[in-house]
């Protein structure tokens, strides 16, 4: 084909003339418009006959942008025209179909000054649907490939249409839907401007106080955030890289087990952890009633506030940290360490001046993620938090609570985003710009230096404990789902199973009795849709940042890190605001639940994606590009396969995030898609324990299934073409060395 | 072609698979439920057997289910709103979220919930009632010796330092309605005097109103301020937990039912409305494990449910204290003079 627009021209048509305009009620898979009075129905008409039949005359226009790319058929790329009559077209058609959208409503016009330019409006118009979709993503290809004729990104279509497109996707789906939200911090209850009210807002004591340090009275939420996430993120740093080092650099046998391990507290539903460590070491807790009994040491509460918030965080994301510096860890490169050996330093100083270093972006990743986690975290504060409030929940509490005050909640917010952008800066400022690459390409084979005595000791001792207390606490909530009343009456019972998961027979074959069901496969199939997008847009987002160069480069990184920085509570209400009315309406749709996941954890992704990058020479892109490949080959041949770690880790962790999370699903899900956690969360509030913890056990299981599965489906990446770990003690000769590998 | 990013396009089509919107058959319901999910499922099952109407039902609790009113208010997608405390359901009216409606049974309504009714201005309407009260674990008691207490006056006694839970009224309309109560039995600085007292005694202010009293059955607390009902729960499975009915009196609680405004099902939502309101089905809510009290007078209350009509229950105001800034002035109080002091 002569042009590369060509078939996304085309798309815009079958959008513009075939496709049904407007959102379907029915929905539009169950093909009901059919056989319904399409195409003249004007519930089902595509736009050409929406404008001819409906009076809906403003939809005509469109065809303009989609007829004038025609006239380039003839020209060749070079032709000045070409670039300027995609440009134009592209901008135009979607600058037009927006802000149509944006001006006419299900109830005429939008805006109040547009009623007495143009008078009252009869017609109304609902929000986009596939016809609209496809125009608009036309239009947006169109745009992009005229900007690249122009010369942008070197001309390449593959890399200006990606990035035209997540600049699209993110703007829409997270810029959008959260400028909603933060307009509402400048405004009052009713909804006019009160500029005064933020001020008063930002800077109350019930944020800054910090008399805690002075006397007994309590500290601001900003400060108690604050402290936990940086308490959190650098225990679970040093504990993931402890789980890092033991599973690739020492000669530990249950290493695959290990490995598993650490998977668990991800897979964990929320509130599960915070329950089975107040059954273990809250007031009537196993192990306090032991200590009070044997050492008669009067039980206390401590675990009901910062201490029992740490615990429980610093158990939840250290399987985060451990997964993206695996990654890393495996990553540098063993001659690196050779080299330093055969100049004579010893395994400590050679681990302290060249591993550690090389491993850098790797623990700033990782710090970052569960400084951030540990900000967003919801479920934990939640229930381990006590009167230790920090400003997740705040913000949860404060659109829902007694108080309904939705400009607090937006300034608490603002304050949240802040912070987590600050540790972004940080971080990027640390890594710097040194070069970080030991995947080359060049012959590249040793075997790695296992740690120092010493080291191992230390790792030994602090990854196998906390290995084991996990092992306890999943042992805890595998025993929970089959008592009576957990944490009191002990008796065995399956009736928590049977009301859950309960399978009958009748007369059309089974029959799905369980009240568990229903929420579990709007889950599953959510989250398994939701799991490869982001990792799509996760790792297409690294590559262009890591690989190319273009103008704007860190404000693009910004954007697509940012919804990480969200918390999802402010996700769930701003994606209401933003995406209940036309021209994007999704609420009530399991397209919003997926939209929602995708953006959330996408960031996953893209960090992950960097993270083993930068660790991949740019010299095999060379090559490739060399040998006449384009950028899109080079990305699925070259990059991709190398990436393979970075690809689990997101997908896994995406699909594993969706059924886990929490606090911005309470706001999206409908009575025909609720979602498992939501639903878990009434059996918590209800103190149905027993069930929550059947249903979260049934989870862990699925998601654990999961995990395996893409494991052992997606492979090992190799680099190089032994992996083994020298065992040997204290000599570092190769030749000795070798024998033993 | 090959330049183009089609696995992208591919996935978002894919992603929007999904997009159907609810189907729209003859006869649907979408149901906003803010009691216990038992009881929600029990109303859902019960409904559609009876009239054949396609019910979508969700729970959410009454915090969130009029955050997500208001947020939708420009769209509704929800018809009716049942369950949950009187006080967001009195604010979604005051907004005008919700629509006016005389259900016919209105007068065979028991007094608080046809008042309910008419300070709505008929936007809402009583379903069940519950009263403030507190529970406390007879174990810890024994254990540590100390006697079970019976009144308001007996939580802020020194004995009990460190044993007393009840939630933060930020967060939770329970303990809103507590703090309101205390307020109107003994005028708002006594009250806020013995709020202070109390402080001493108060181990943790809790996020949601019942989770005092579920530590409590966990014995984490010995004693949780909280709804009588949600303790006679509590009971009935068999923790080693008592409810008290305060002998000062105490205060309530309306549950309501709503219709939004704006409904799209506006004929099925009346429909629920009448249903919900006969007293066959509010004398089923036992089934459930509901121990509140129906708003039918000819609805059988629930054995262990608190009586109303031997509690010393008080006039709560439900119009005043339910009004935006009384409770913005409360809370402030509150948390101004209260949350803060150092125990």
Not at chain 2, 94 to 121: F, H, I, M
Request: proline share 4%; with cysteine; aromatic share 12%.
């Amino acid at each position: 084909m002569k042009h590369s627009f060509i078939p996304w021209l085309l798309l815009g048509w079958v959008g513009f003339l075939l496709m049904p305009w407007y959102l379907l009620e029915d929905g539009f898979w169950s093909f009901v418009w059919l056989t319904d009075g399409y195409p003249t129905d004007l519930y089902y008409a595509p736009a050409i006959l929406q404008g001819l039949l409906g009076d809906k005359l403003w939809l005509l226009p469109i065809a303009l942008p989609l007829l004038a790319p025609l006239r380039l058929m003839s020209l060749t790329k070079n032709d000045p025209r070409y670039s300027r009559y995609l440009i134009y077209s592209g901008a135009f058609g979607l600058i037009y179909m927006m802000g149509q959208g944006f001006a006419i409503g299900v109830t005429g016009w939008q805006f109040a000054g547009l009623d007495s330019l143009f008078g009252e409006l009869e017609q109304q118009q609902y929000g986009f649907g596939y016809g609209a979709m496809l125009c608009g993503l036309s239009f947006l290809i169109l745009l992009t490939t005229g900007l690249a004729a122009r010369g942008f990104l070197k001309g390449d279509v593959f890399v200006t249409g990606s990035i035209g497109l997540i600049v699209a996707l993110v703007g829409v789906f997270v810029f959008f839907p959260v400028s909603q939200v933060l307009i509402s911090a400048f405004m009052d209850n009713d909804g006019a401007f009160a500029p005064t009210a933020f001020l008063g807002k930002f800077f109350s004591d019930n944020i800054w106080s910090l008399s805690c340090l002075s006397s007994g009275y309590t500290c601001g939420t900003a400060w108690n955030s604050l402290a936990l996430a940086i308490m959190t993120a650098t225990i679970t740093t040093l504990l993931g890289l402890s789980f890092a080092l033991v599973v690739t650099r020492t000669g530990f046998r249950w290493k695959r087990s290990l490995r598993l391990l650490t998977v668990l507290p991800i897979i964990t539903p929320p509130f599960v952890i915070g329950l089975a460590l107040i059954l273990l070491f809250g007031r009537s807790g196993v192990v306090t009633q032991f200590f009070a009994d044997v050492f008669s040491i009067e039980p206390g509460r401590w675990l009901y506030g910062m201490p029992g918030v740490l615990l429980a965080q610093v158990l939840s994301f250290t399987p985060i940290s451990f997964l993206v510096l695996i990654g890393v860890v495996e990553g540098v490169s063993p001659s690196m360490e050779e080299a330093s050996q055969t100049l004579r330093a010893d395994r400590w100083r050679t681990f302290v001046n060249v591993s550690l270093p090389l491993m850098r972006p790797g623990l700033a990743n990782a710090f970052l993620l569960a400084f951030i986690e540990s900000l967003a975290d919801f479920g934990n504060p939640m229930v381990l938090g006590g009167d230790f409030d920090v400003l997740s929940t705040e913000i949860f509490f404060a659109i829902v609570g007694a108080q309904n005050d939705q400009g607090y909640a937006a300034v608490l917010a603002i304050l949240l985003l802040f912070f987590t952008l600050s540790a972004f800066f940080l971080q990027r400022h640390w890594i710097g710009k040194k070069s970080y690459t030991t995947v080359t390409g060049k012959a590249d084979s040793g075997a790695y230096m296992g740690v120092n005595h010493g080291m191992k000791l230390a790792c030994y001792m602090t990854a196998l404990p906390w290995a084991a207390l996990t092992i306890v606490i999943y042992g805890m909530i595998m025993f929970g789902g089959f008592v009576q009343n957990w944490g009191y009456d002990n008796s065995f019972t399956l009736q928590h199973y049977q009301d859950a998961f309960s399978i009958g027979w009748g007369e059309f074959g089974v029959i799905w009795e369980g009240a568990a069901w229903d929420s579990l496969w709007t889950t599953l199939s959510i989250s398994a849709l939701a799991a490869p997008f982001t990792a799509i847009v996760g790792l297409l987002t690294a590559y262009l940042l890591v690989r190319q160069q273009f103008k704007w480069k860190s404000t693009f990184e910004f954007g697509t890190m940012l919804s990480f920085a969200i918390p999802g509570t402010v996700i769930g209400i701003s994606y209401i605001l933003a995406f209940n009315v036309p021209p994007l309406e999704l609420t009530g749709t399991g397209v919003i639940l997926i939209i929602c996941f995708v953006f959330r954890n996408m960031p996953v992704g893209v960090r992950g994606g960097i993270a083993a990058m930068s660790q991949l020479d740019k010299s095999l892109d060379e090559a490739s590009l060399t040998l006449g490949a384009n950028s899109l080959m080079t990305f699925r041949r070259v990059i991709l396969p190398l990436l393979r770690p970075a690809i689990i880790a997101a997908l896994v962790y995406s699909f594993v995030r969706a059924i886990t999370s929490v606090s911005a699903v309470i706001f999206l899900v409908s009575a025909d898609h609720n979602m498992a956690t939501s639903y878990i969360i009434g059996l918590v509030e209800n103190g149905e324990y027993g069930i929550a913890i059947a249903y979260c056990s049934v989870l862990i299981l699925v998601m654990l299934v999961t995990i395996i599965g893409i494991n052992l489906s997606v492979g090992k990446r190799r680099l190089r073409r032994t992996e083994s770990i020298s065992h040997t003690p204290t000599t570092s000769s190769p030749s000795f060395k070798e024998k033993h590998a | 072609m090959k330049n183009s990013p089609y696995i992208l396009s591919l996935a978002i089509a894919t992603a929007a698979t999904l997009g159907a919107a609810p189907a729209m058959a003859k006869g649907k319901l979408n149901v906003l439920c803010s009691t216990d999910t038992d009881w929600c499922s029990l109303m859902e099952t019960s409904f559609e057997a009876e009239t054949g109407i396609d019910v979508s039902l969700i729970r959410k609790s009454s915090g969130e289910a009029y955050a997500q009113l208001r947020a939708e208010a420009k769209n509704p997608k929800i018809d009716i709103w049942w369950g949950g405390t009187g006080d967001p359901h009195l604010q979604a009216a005051a907004e005008k979220l919700t629509q006016v409606y005389k259900p016919k049974a209105l007068s065979s309504l028991r007094d608080w919930a046809q008042n309910q009714a008419k300070v709505s201005g008929y936007r809402t309407v009583g379903v069940y009632a519950g009263a403030l009260g507190f529970g406390y674990n007879e174990d810890i008691l024994k254990s540590k010796g100390l006697p079970a207490p019976q009144c308001w006056k007996d939580l802020t006694k020194p004995m009990y330092k460190g044993e007393v839970q009840v939630a933060n009224p930020n967060s939770s309309g329970t303990s809103y309605t507590a703090l309101a109560t205390f307020v109107q039995m003994m005028g708002e600085d006594t009250a806020f005097d013995f709020l202070a007292q109390l402080h001493k005694n108060i181990n943790q202010y809790t996020k949601s109103g019942s989770a005092p009293i579920k530590a409590a059955s966990n014995g984490e607390t010995a004693i949780g301020i909280t709804f009588i009902h949600d303790i006679v729960k509590q009971v009935k499975k068999g923790y080693p937990v008592k409810a008290v009915a305060p002998c000062e009196g105490t205060g309530y609680e309306v549950g309501s039912m709503s219709i939004v405004k704006g409904a799209r099902h506006l004929r099925e939502a009346k429909v629920w409305a009448e249903f919900a309101l006969r007293p066959d089905i509010q004398t089923m809510a036992a089934k459930a494990n509901a121990y509140q009290v129906p708003s039918n007078q000819s609805a059988t209350t629930p054995p262990g449910a608190p009586d109303f009509d031997t509690l010393k229950l008080i006039d709560y105001d439900f119009a005043k204290y339910g009004a935006a800034d009384t409770r913005q002035h409360l809370l402030q109080r509150w948390d101004n003079e209260i949350k803060s002091l150092p125990r």
